[in-house]
């Protein structure tokens, strides 16, 4: 919107509930004319507080991915996906810095939340050995360890990558 658009009036609720998007312009535009008392507050607050829990749930999510890789490529007896899950890792690597590049203050919190993630990764991880692997099912469940067994080091890291099995 600019300066010249006319805003039709709704109440405010109802905007940040059918149309998010305009809500959030006209909330900026408030703002920047320094209008407080015409703020919608209370989807103010409840967006803010979404903003920061999406942004952790998505390194959560990226951290998981990139465990689940980590562990095929030390554990997977299976060689021919390797090429894949080294994808993987690099590209979930590089998004991962991406969001922690934007929200740097969530870069401290990667120890906390690695063991969730660590917990989908291995749980993800053994569903595909299972399915491409199912006699080797139990092997991998005793194999794969029930914490992470890598540092924050080594899962940021661009040039790590595990030695696979049979490899020192």
């Known amino acids: 919107m600019n300066e010249h658009t006319p805003i039709v ?3 405010r609720g109802d905007l940040h509930e ?8 006209e909330q900026a535009r408030l703002l920047s004319e320094g209008r407080f008392e015409d703020l919608d507050i209370a989807n103010l607050i409840d967006e803010l507080e979404t903003m920061g829990a999406s942004e952790r749930n998505e390194v959560s999510s990226r951290l998981a991915t990139i465990l689940e890789h980590l562990l095929k490529l030390r ?21 991962l810095e991406s969001v922690l590049r934007l929200s740097p203050s969530l870069r401290p919190r990667i120890p906390d939340l690695t063991p969730f993630a ?4 291995r749980k993800r991880a053994m569903r595909s050995f299972r399915r491409y692997e199912p006699e080797m099912a139990t092997r991998y469940d005793d194999a794969l360890p029930d914490t992470c ?3 924050t080091e080594q899962i940021l890291n661009e040039d790590y990558l595990p030695d696979g099995p049979g490899k020192s």
Do not use: C, K, N
Request: aromatic share 16%; no cysteine; charged share 25%.
């Open 9 to 11: 009036p709704r109440p």
């Open 18 to 25: 059918t149309d998010l998007s305009t809500w959030s312009a």
């Open 75 to 95: 554990y997977g007896l299976q060689r021919d996906p390797e090429r894949g899950w080294f994808e993987t890792v690099q590209t979930q690597r590089d998004d």
């Open 118 to 121: 660590y917990m989908t990764a």
């Open 149 to 151: 067994p890598f540092t």
